[in-house]
């Protein structure tokens, strides 16, 4: 009995180029998410969240304060509940790539 594997180089191709984007992708997500249960006043910690490249960066002197929980708006913080939203993000698209 012989066995014969092919592989469709277009299709591995497609898949490589696909995960190539997808850190870019997550954070990019994760980032909005981040933003909108970032505990709001008169919006400063918002105005002065930024998305630089895959890093999410908060500059603002309480950002650790709001972090840690001290606002009864997000009493987990912002990093907790976006590094869980963030595994979500990320499955979701590996099941895409998958189908």
């Known amino acids: 009995m012989i066995f014969s594997i092919t592989t469709n180089t277009k299709q591995v191709k497609r898949l490589l180029d696909d995960l190539e984007d997808l850190p870019r992708e997550v954070v990019k997500e994760a980032y909005k998410f981040y933003k909108d249960i970032t505990p709001i006043n008169k919006g400063n910690a918002r105005r002065k969240t930024y998305l630089r490249g895959t890093k999410i960066e908060s500059r603002y002197p309480y950002a650790g ?35």
């Not at 997000?74 to 993000?89: L, V």
């Open 65 to 99: 304060e709001l972090d840690d929980g001290k606002s009864p708006q997000a009493p987990e913080g912002m990093t907790k509940p976006t590094i869980k939203e963030m595994k979500k993000i990320f499955d979701k698209k590996i099941d895409r790539l998958n189908r």
